[in-house]
C-alpha cells in the first residue's frame, strides 16, 4: 500500500466548535443541496450526520490500515441480529466532540431549529428483536473502545423490527421502513459482491489420482452486496467496521429469462432473489422453521465467510493457520452453518482432506448459546436441508458419522446416548439440531450467565459436558455503559465523573469508589435530583403520547422487554390487581406507577392478548375515583432502544421476574441497576450476580430457585393448590374470568385464566404469587423510607462494574479468541 504522492492534502475536520458549525451549512448546502432558508429539520439531520461521520472516517480508515499492517488476528462476530439503535449522539459521545457539536447545533436555533428534535429524526436501527441482538450492539462498542480487531457481520435488512401501535389496547404491527430517507452512516460497497448459491445438486467425480470430489451444480444465485458501518470506540483512535449484507439479483440469473425474451418474469425473479435481505423475522427465542430464514441464514454467513477468507489470503499465511488469524464467534446456532460451509469450501475448492479440514474448522469457531428452553434450540427439516443445501446436508451427516463413531467409541452399548447426541432427530421426521452442529464444530461454547452455563452443563448439554469437559465455559452478558449510561443518562454520568474523574467510563469496576457517597449528604441530594428529573422527563413523554397524568413522585415500577409466557408480564399484572383490590378495600400503599413496554410476535396470541390486558386493566385502574393517584398503569408503545434510554434512567423498581432457569442472563436488568433502580426479581440469569455484587440487601429476590422449579415439574405441579388456598389469588384470578377488565366482552381474558389453571400454568405464576406479592409489600415499605431507598439505589450503581461489556469482551478475548487489546490514541 502506498500513499499516491499527487493527491493533494485532506481536509483533516476538526472537532472545534467553529469547524463543525462550518461543516454544517457546508454539508447543508453541498451535500445535502438545500438553502438554509428552506432546509427541514430532516435536511439538518442528514447534514449533521454527514458532519459526524467525516469526523470519524479517517480514524476508520488508520484502524483498518493498522489491522493490515500489523497483521492482526481478526474476531468475527456473525449475528442475525444487531439493534444498534440511533447512531448520532453516540457518535458524537464516543469520539468526545459532544458539547461541541450541541454548540454547534444550537447556534442553529437561530434559524428556529431545537438541536433534540434534529436527532429525533433520526429512525432507529432496528435489526434485532430484543436481548440477542442488543448484546451484539454492545459487543461492538466494547471491541472498538478496547482496540480488538472486532468485525460485526450480519444482514442490512431493509425493514427491521416492526413499529409497535397499540389500538383499541392492542398491538398492530406496522412496517419499518427504516431506510426510506437514507441512511448517514452506511458505506454501499458496490464491488464487494459475493455469489451466494442454493439449490441445485451435487455431483462428484474422481480427479488424476483417482480421489473422490464433489461439485455444486446447477445452483440459483444470488449475489451478496456489503453495505459497511463504522463503529467508534469510545475516547481511542479506533473506529472497527460493521459490514451487513444486502441481496442483489444475480445477473447470469437475469439472462436466462431475457434470452428467452420473457422480460417480466427476469424482473419477477430478481425481486424473488432480493427479498432474501427483506425483512428481520420478528419472533424472539422461539423459532419458527421457514425456508426464507434458513435462506437468510445461509446468505449471510456464506458472504462472511468468502470475505474473511479473502482478506486472509492478502496476508499470504497458509490456510493451516486460519485459527491463528481469525476468530468466529458464533451469535447463538442461527450462523451455525458456517462450520459445514468452511468444510465445504476447505473440501470441494481447496481439495483439503478431511481431518485437516476439521481441525481448522474446530479451531474457528465459537458458540454462544442464548436458551435453554427446548423449543427455543433450532432445528430444521431434513428435506428442507437437502433442497436448499444439498451438498451441506452431505456434509452434516458425514460430520455426524465421525462424531457418533467417537461417541460409540466412548459410550459404547448406549444407543440411547448416540440418539441424544446425534445432529439429526429422528424422533420428528428428521431434523438437523444446529445446537449439536455448533457444539461439535466449536472449540468453546459459552452461556451468557453464570446459572445459565451451570444449566447447560447439567441439563441440556449435559452429554456433551461429560464428553469434552472443558469445552462450555462461561461469559456472563454485560452492557456498553457508554450508550446506557453515559448517554442515557448524562445527568447521572456527570455526577458521578464530578465525583470520580470519567475514568469510570473505560473502567466501570472504579463505580465501587460511589460506596463511601452513600454517607455523603450533598450527594445523596444530588443523585435523588437526577433521578427526579429523569422521572419528570419520562411522565412529559407519557403525558403527551398517551394523555396519562403519572405522578413522578410515584414508585416507578417498571417491567420493558419482550412479552413472553416466562418472562411473566402476566405475574406483574397480578401484582397490579392485587394492589387495586387492596387500595379499593381501604388498604395503604404509597403511590406507584407501574410501567410497561415491550413488542410480541405477531403470531403469539397469548403475548398479545398480555398487552391488552395490561391495557384493559390500565384503563379500570386509572380511572376509578377510589385508587386515583395512588396507582397508574401505562403501557409505553413500541419498546426500542430510542424508548429504553428514556425510560430506564426514570426507573425506581426493575422488574426482572422470570421463572427461574428461564432467562439465560438478561442485559435489561444491567442496564436498569447501572442506573439506580432496584431489581425485584427470581434467581435467574445475571439476577444471580447481581445479587452478588450489590450484596443482597440491596436487591429484592423472591419465588422459587432453578431446582425448586425442577423439583415442581418432577413431581407433578398443580395450580390448583395455590388457587384453592389463596383468597387474594382466587379473587384476581376470577376477576380475568369474570371479564372485571372486559365488561363489554367477558369472555375476552378467559383464556389467560385457563393458560394458568386448566393448562398447568407452565411458568409456575401460581407458585410464585404469594412470595412475590409479600416481597412488593417490602418494595412499598421501603420506599416509604426514601433516606433508605436511595442509599441502595447507590450501591446498586457502585456495584454494576462486572455488567460492563468491556469485561465480557475482555473474557472472550482471552479464554476464546486468544486475541489482545491494542490501546490507539485519538487524534
Ligand atoms: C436491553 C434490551 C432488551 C433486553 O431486555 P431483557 O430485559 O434482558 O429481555 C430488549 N430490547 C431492548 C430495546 C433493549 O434495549
Known amino acids: 500500500m502506498k500513499k499516491p504522492a499527487a493527491l493533494p492534502e485532506l481536509d483533516h475536520p476538526t472537532l472545534d466548535a467553529a469547524s463543525i458549525r462550518r461543516s454544517l451549512h457546508n454539508r447543508l448546502v453541498y451535500t445535502i443541496g438545500k438553502d438554509p432558508i428552506t432546509a427541514t429539520d430532516r435536511d439538518w439531520f442528514h447534514a449533521a450526520a454527514a458532519v459526524v461521520r467525516e469526523r470519524m472516517i479517517e480514524r476508520w480508515m488508520e484502524t483498518m490500515r493498522s489491522y493490515y499492517v500489523e497483521d492482526r488476528k481478526r474476531v468475527y462476530y456473525l449475528s442475525m441480529e444487531f439493534l444498534m439503535g440511533r447512531a448520532m449522539t453516540n457518535s458524537m459521545l464516543n469520539i468526545c466532540a459532544e458539547k461541541e457539536f450541541r454548540d454547534a447545533l444550537a447556534a442553529l436555533g437561530e434559524m428556529g431549529l431545537k438541536p433534540e428534535s434534529i436527532s429525533e429524526i433520526e429512525p432507529d436501527a432496528a435489526l434485532g428483536n430484543g436481548g440477542l441482538g442488543r448484546l451484539a450492539a454492545c459487543f461492538l462498542d466494547s471491541m472498538a473502545t478496547m482496540g480488538i480487531a472486532g468485525y460485526g457481520y450480519g444482514i442490512r435488512y431493509e425493514y427491521g423490527m416492526f413499529h409497535q401501535g397499540i389500538e383499541n389496547g392492542q398491538q398492530v404491527e406496522h412496517p419499518d421502513n427504516w431506510l426510506r430517507y437514507g441512511n448517514p452512516w452506511e458505506f454501499p460497497r458496490p464491488e464487494v459482491l459475493y455469489q451466494v448459491k442454493f439449490h441445485g445438486r451435487v455431483v462428484d467425480f474422481a480427479d488424476e489420482h483417482g480421489h473422490k470430489h464433489y461439485q455444486w451444480v446447477d445452483s440459483d444465485d444470488v449475489m451478496a452486496m456489503a453495505y459497511d458501518y463504522p463503529i467508534p470506540g469510545y475516547d481511542t483512535g479506533t473506529v472497527n467496521n460493521m459490514r451487513l449484507w444486502a441481496a442483489k439479483a444475480s445477473r447470469d440469473f437475469d439472462l436466462k429469462y431475457f434470452n428467452e425474451g420473457n422480460y417480466i418474469a427476469a424482473v419477477e425473479d430478481k425481486n424473488d432473489s432480493e427479498n432474501l435481505s427483506k425483512v428481520l423475522y420478528p419472533d424472539d427465542t422461539t423459532e419458527m422453521g421457514r425456508e426464507l430464514r434458513l435462506k437468510q441464514q445461509y446468505f449471510f454467513v456464506s458472504a462472511s465467510l468468502q470475505d474473511m477468507l479473502y482478506r486472509f489470503a492478502k496476508s499470504g499465511t497458509p490456510l493451516d493457520n486460519l485459527p491463528d488469524k481469525v476468530a468466529v464467534q458464533l451469535n447463538d446456532t442461527h450462523p451455525s452453518i458456517a462450520v459445514p460451509e468452511l468444510m465445504r469450501i476447505l473440501i470441494d475448492e481447496h481439495r483439503m482432506e478431511w481431518t485437516r479440514a476439521w481441525g481448522i474448522v474446530t479451531r474457528t469457531f465459537a458458540y454462544t448459546n442464548h436458551t435453554l428452553m427446548p423449543e427455543a434450540l433450532e432445528t430444521w427439516p431434513v428435506p428442507l436441508f437437502e433442497r436448499v443445501l444439498p451438498r451441506h446436508l452431505q456434509i452434516i451427516y458425514e460430520i455426524n458419522q465421525r462424531f457418533l463413531r467417537d461417541v460409540m467409541h466412548h459410550y459404547p452399548g448406549d444407543p440411547a446416548l448416540w440418539q441424544r447426541m446425534s445432529l439429526i432427530d429422528e424422533a420428528k421426521g428428521k431434523r438437523i439440531r444446529m445446537a449439536h452442529l455448533a457444539i461439535v464444530g466449536s472449540h468453546k461454547v459459552n452461556g451468557v450467565a453464570a446459572i445459565h452455563t451451570r444449566l447447560m452443563k447439567e441439563t441440556i448439554f449435559a452429554d456433551f459436558h461429560r464428553l469434552w469437559p472443558d469445552k462450555i465455559v462461561n461469559m456472563t452478558n454485560g452492557v456498553t455503559p457508554r450508550r446506557w449510561l453515559n448517554q442515557a443518562n448524562p445527568a447521572l454520568s456527570k455526577l458521578i465523573t464530578t465525583h470520580l474523574g470519567k475514568g469510570w467510563l473505560k473502567d466501570l469496576d472504579q463505580l465501587r469508589q460511589l460506596t463511601p457517597l452513600t454517607v455523603d449528604a450533598g450527594f445523596c441530594e444530588a443523585f435523588v435530583r437526577v433521578k427526579r428529573d429523569n422521572k419528570a422527563r419520562l411522565a412529559a413523554m407519557i403525558q403527551q403520547r398517551l394523555a396519562i397524568r403519572v405522578d413522578p413522585a410515584s414508585l416507578f415500577d417498571v417491567q420493558i422487554k419482550r412479552i413472553h409466557e416466562y418472562k411473566r408480564q402476566l405475574l406483574n399484572v397480578l401484582h397490579v390487581i392485587t394492589l387495586y383490590n387492596r387500595l379499593r378495600a381501604g388498604g395503604d400503599a404509597p403511590p406507584r406507577t407501574v410501567i410497561f413496554g415491550g413488542k410480541a410476535a405477531p403470531g403469539y396470541r397469548l403475548a398479545k392478548l398480555i ?8 384503563d379500570i385502574v386509572n380511572n376509578d375515583p377510589l385508587v386515583r393517584d395512588r396507582l397508574k398503569v401505562v403501557f409505553i408503545p413500541n419498546y426500542d432502544v430510542s424508548n429504553a434510554e428514556i425510560i430506564i434512567p426514570a426507573a425506581d423498581l426493575s422488574e426482572q421476574i422470570s421463572t427461574a432457569g428461564t432467562e439465560a442472563s438478561g442485559t435489561g436488568n444491567m442496564k436498569l441497576a447501572l442506573n439506580g433502580a432496584l431489581t425485584i426479581g427470581t434467581l435467574d440469569g445475571a439476577n444471580v450476580e447481581i445479587r452478588n455484587e450489590v450484596g443482597p440487601e440491596n436487591i429484592f429476590i423472591f419465588g422459587l430457585t432453578a431446582d425448586e422449579v425442577a423439583q415442581q415439574y418432577a413431581a407433578g405441579y398443580s395450580p390448583w393448590v395455590h388457587y384453592d388456598n389463596n383468597a387474594e389469588l382466587r379473587q384476581t384470578l376470577d376477576m380475568l374470568r369474570d371479564g372485571f377488565f372486559s365488561p363489554e366482552d367477558r369472555d375476552r381474558y378467559k383464556p389467560v385464566f385457563d393458560q394458568l389453571t386448566y393448562h398447568g400454568d407452565h411458568y409456575l405464576l401460581l407458585a410464585d404469587y404469594a412470595s412475590y406479592i409479600a416481597c412488593q409489600e417490602q418494595v412499598g415499605q421501603l420506599y416509604r423510607d426514601p433516606a433508605a431507598w436511595t442509599r441502595k439505589a447507590i450501591l ?32
Open 796 to 827: 446498586n450503581v457502585a456495584g454494576m462494574g462486572q455488567f460492563s461489556s468491556d469485561r465480557t469482551i475482555g473474557q472472550y478475548a482471552k479464554t476464546i479468541w486468544n486475541v489482545e487489546p491494542v490501546a490507539r490514541t485519538a487524534g
Open 611 to 618: 398487552i391488552r390486558l395490561i391495557n384493559d386493566v390500565a
